[in-house]
């Protein structure tokens, strides 16, 4: 089936007692058993629940994997993963990461005894030189928030495969209507269903994508053992929105370009970051790996105060941080989103205090242009 058939009907059936064609929302905490030990596939919903399996099949089918693990937010789906692995145990992780989930691996898991090298993985001489016998885990987010640097999936692919490591890729910036990691090679496909596989701001949560019947296995008992799952409403609440995830994502995206095109020609803007314009340095592998180039743009202002006067002008975008919604947001990296990374390293990657992130909605084109104009004469 193609994509927008798969995001309306995959994982779907009607509800056998009444018809109903939406999947309900099982908001119920245990199951009755027909005899002590005899039940119907439900015990505790924790364990399982009708809503939450519809959702998670759902969104497998449209990652083109077999499984899917659904958690109470995306860095409890990055936290499962890193679960699979204990004391002694190596993993190599993109520099340029989220802010939170540079803060679970630096400052929870190394508690435990794991270890962990962030590197320039769109640079795989750095790849191959942080590997060691103990690297079980190379995480990958392509392209990376907020910098939108981009890593090959086909490299990482191979090299996992060659080295027998797990590949992992956090696949939200672009979700999986514009780039398909699995069908790469990659192991694991993570995604806060917060950002744009929701796509409306109320629904915390996140999901990994397999088709590996054995990693799916060790992380559905880790989503059983450990907790962490959402509940039936927020799941139907994620169902409902991706069936019109593909619409949203062609709005997105023109919106994008729109934006982007005038921004790289103003003079107030020092730098620009998108991968759809021709003058990012990654512009053919975006090409080559993303059927678009999704709804993330970063610039460079200058400074705080520059940034801040922009910010603090914007009318529709809204200064907040997360993305994804179908309303447009602005973030301040330096101190909203990257505040837990350390300054040396922002500043070696070039989060600035300049730098602001946009995450661009599906508001009228005209709209969002007249608005980012008006607040760059603020400077």
Do not use: W
């Not at 020092?270 to 080559?288: M, N, R, T, V, W």
Request: with cysteine.
């Amino acid at each position: 089936m193609g994509f927008q058939t798969d995001s309306i009907h995959a994982g779907q059936i009607a509800e056998p007692v009444t018809g109903a064609i939406m999947t309900p929302i099982f908001q119920t905490s245990t199951y009755v058993q027909e005899t002590i030990g005899k039940h119907k596939g439900f015990e505790y919903s924790r364990s399982q629940n009708p809503t939450r399996h519809a959702m998670e099949d759902n969104i497998a089918a449209l990652e083109k994997g077999k499984y899917g693990i659904a958690f109470s937010s995306g860095l409890a789906a990055i936290s499962s993963i890193v679960e699979m692995f204990g004391q002694g145990d190596h993993i190599i992780c993109t520099d340029n990461v989220y802010g939170g989930t540079f803060r679970v691996f630096d400052t929870v898991f190394k508690k435990f005894g794991l270890e962990f090298s962030f590197v320039d993985t769109s640079d795989f001489k750095q790849v191959e030189a942080a590997c060691t016998a103990k690297t079980k885990l190379i995480f990958v987010e392509t392209p990376t928030n907020p910098m939108l640097t981009l890593t090959s999936l086909k490299k990482l692919a191979e090299f996992g495969k060659k080295q027998n490591i797990l590949t992992v890729v956090d696949n939200t910036f672009m979700s999986p209507y514009f780039q398909k990691p699995l069908e790469f090679g990659i192991d694991l496909v993570v995604h806060s269903t917060t950002k744009y596989l929701n796509g409306h701001s109320d629904v915390v949560g996140g999901i990994i994508l397999t088709a590996n019947k054995e990693l799916a296995d060790k992380l559905h008992y880790i989503q059983n053992a450990v907790g962490a799952v959402p509940g039936p409403m927020d799941c139907f609440l994620v169902l409902r929105a991706t069936k019109t995830l593909a619409l949203r994502m062609r709005e997105h995206e023109k919106n994008s370009i729109a934006l982007a095109r005038y921004l790289e020609n103003h003079p107030k803007v020092e730098k620009i970051f998108y991968p759809g314009l021709s003058s990012h340095p990654q512009h053919d592998l975006a090409k080559e790996q993303m059927t678009g180039f999704g709804g993330i743009i970063s610039i460079e202002l200058g400074n705080l105060d520059n940034a801040r006067k922009f910010a603090e002008a914007l009318k529709i975008f809204a200064l907040a941080e997360s993305l994804g919604g179908v309303e447009s947001l602005a973030d301040h990296p330096a101190i909203m989103t990257h505040a837990s990374v350390p300054v040396e390293e922002r500043a070696k990657l070039g989060i600035s205090d300049g730098l602001i992130r946009l995450s661009v909605g599906v508001e009228d084109e005209e709209d969002l242009l007249a608005d980012v104009k008006q607040a760059l004469e603020h400077i």
